[in-house]
T-cell receptor
Framework: DAKTTQPPSMDCAEGRAANLPCNHS???????VYWYRQIHSQGPQYIIH???NNETNEMASLIITEDRKSSTLILPHATLRDTAVYYC?????????????FGKGTHLIIQP | DAGVIQSPRHEVTEMGQEVTLRCKPI?????LFWYRQTMMRGLELLIY????????DSGMPEDRFSAKMPNASFSTLKIQPSEPRDSAVYFC????????????FGPGTRLLVL
């Protein structure tokens, strides 16, 4: 699976949009970009994923650059409950069951 | 639904002791995953089951670790004997389809081996 690079931490004011960047310059054509988050003392939670088109769901939007070498997760109106570590990973959609592996992520702190 | 339930939430034990972690998956989910998370190595998949059958245990660190799923509503992860390097947060996740975007995680068991 391709390697990703994320800033270790970010701050965002409550009510503003939080934009979390991720670089994945070695991404392959069949690899998707996935985002997860982990709130303190909880298990990881899936947020969104995409291949090349921008995606939006009830939690967030995912913007993937045209060359697919980077992406941005957008939380449109951040709340204090969005304070968490956010993980960006790239991996093929293999079908069937598959385990997760992720490393450091970005610690997003929402400020009141 | 109560979500994935894990017990205990915290466990402190001494080196050499047996540790048993428990998981109750979400009802109706056919897949169950055990993960371990540490600061040094991040999140790692240990083993997963499909319909109570172990499918991939390549992530189990060594023979001291064993996992069972005697029925669709219960699984255990056992460490015997435990060592300080086993200290970590252990997560259980369940899923209908198995894919990473469909896994629901429990709150985890924080294990400290002294």
């Amino acid at each position: 699976d391709a390697k990703t690079t994320q800033p270790p931490s970010m701050d965002c004011a409550e009510g503003r949009a939080a934009n979390l960047p991720c670089n994945h310059s070695t991404i392959s054509g069949n690899e998707y970009v996935y985002w997860y988050r982990q709130i303190h003392s909880q298990g990881p939670q899936y947020i969104i994923h995409g291949l090349k088109n921008n995606e939006t769901n009830e939690m967030a939007s995912l913007i993937i650059t045209e060359d697919r070498k980077s992406s941005t997760l957008i939380l449109p109106h951040a709340t204090l409950r969005d304070t968490a570590v956010y993980y960006c990973i790239v991996r093929p959609m293999r079908g069937g069951a598959d385990g997760l592996t992720f490393g450091k992520g970005t610690h997003l702190i929402i400020q009141p | 639904d109560a979500g994935v339930i894990q017990s205990p939430r915290h466990e402190v034990t001494e080196m050499g002791q047996e540790v048993t972690l428990r998981c109750k998956p979400i009802s109706g989910h056919d897949y169950l995953f055990w993960y371990r998370q540490t600061m040094m190595r991040g999140l790692e998949l240990l083993i997963y089951f499909n319909n109570n059958v172990p499918i991939d245990d390549s992530g189990m660190p060594e023979d001291r670790f064993s996992a069972k799923m005697p029925n669709a509503s219960f699984s255990t992860l056992k460490i015997q004997p435990s060592e300080p390097r086993d200290s970590a947060v252990y997560f259980c996740a369940s899923s209908l389809a198995g894919g990473p975007e469909t896994q629901y995680f429990g709150p985890g068991t924080r294990l400290l081996v002294l």
